[in-house]
């Protein structure tokens, strides 16, 4: 009986814990958030060229023609979340037409083959092939998470 108790205790405390671990992330997350969301699209570029550049030991010249492709993205997609609070458009997917949501997938699914079609030619075979699985890997885990 008190083995049991001491047990309950254990796993009652630990789950509290827990969750007060989950709290704090999500409040660093968002922290973190609200600090990148005011990056200038340049100096987003120049990090996200920094950690490719660790991560696929990327030449000078490699470096330049990825942090121009990134800084190209970074400002459009800024310029369309803009765009996007001007209007009023909420990310609620819910009130779009069939051919509205295809047009935007669509849409989205270009410029992501786009992109990629230019990061085969400014990398090297081993390097695409390395990129090409750790981004595959981050959108794996993106779509593991719990959505809000």
Same mark, same amino acid.
């Given at each position: 009986?008190?083995?049991?108790?001491?047990?309950? $205790?254990?796993?009652? =405390?630990?789950?509290?814990?827990?969750?007060?671990?989950?709290?704090?992330?999500?409040?660093?997350?968002?922290?973190?958030?609200?600090? $990148?969301?005011? *990056?200038?699209?340049?100096?987003?570029?120049?990090?996200?060229?920094?950690?490719?550049?660790?991560? *696929?030991?990327?030449?000078? =010249?490699?470096?330049?023609?990825?942090?121009?492709?990134?800084?190209?993205?970074? =400002?459009?997609?800024?310029?369309?979340?803009?765009?996007? =609070?001007?209007?009023?458009?909420?990310?609620?997917?819910?009130?779009?037409? $069939?051919?509205?949501?295809?047009?935007?997938?669509?849409?989205?699914?270009? @410029?992501?083959? $786009?992109?990629?079609?230019?990061?085969?030619?400014?990398?090297?075979?081993? @390097?695409?092939?390395?990129?090409?699985?750790?981004?595959? @890997?981050?959108?794996?885990?993106?779509?593991?998470?719990?959505?809000?």
């Amino acid at each position: 009986m008190k083995n049991t108790l001491i047990l309950i $205790a254990f796993v009652i =405390s630990f789950g509290g814990f827990a969750q007060k671990t989950e709290r704090m992330q999500k409040k660093q997350q968002m922290e973190r958030y609200e600090i $990148a969301k005011n *990056l200038s699209a340049e100096e987003m570029a120049a990090l996200r060229t920094k950690k490719l550049t660790l991560q *696929l030991d990327l030449t000078d =010249s490699q470096q330049q023609s990825i942090k121009d492709l990134l800084v190209n993205q970074i =400002s459009d997609r800024k310029e369309k979340m803009q765009n996007r =609070s001007k209007k009023g458009i909420i990310k609620d997917s819910t009130n779009l037409s $069939a051919q509205d949501y295809y047009k935007i997938k669509s849409l989205h699914l270009d @410029q992501q083959i $786009a992109f990629q079609n230019k990061m085969k030619t400014i990398l090297t075979d081993t @390097q695409f092939d390395t990129w090409k699985k750790t981004n595959q @890997q981050h959108r794996n885990k993106k779509q593991m998470k719990p959505q809000r």
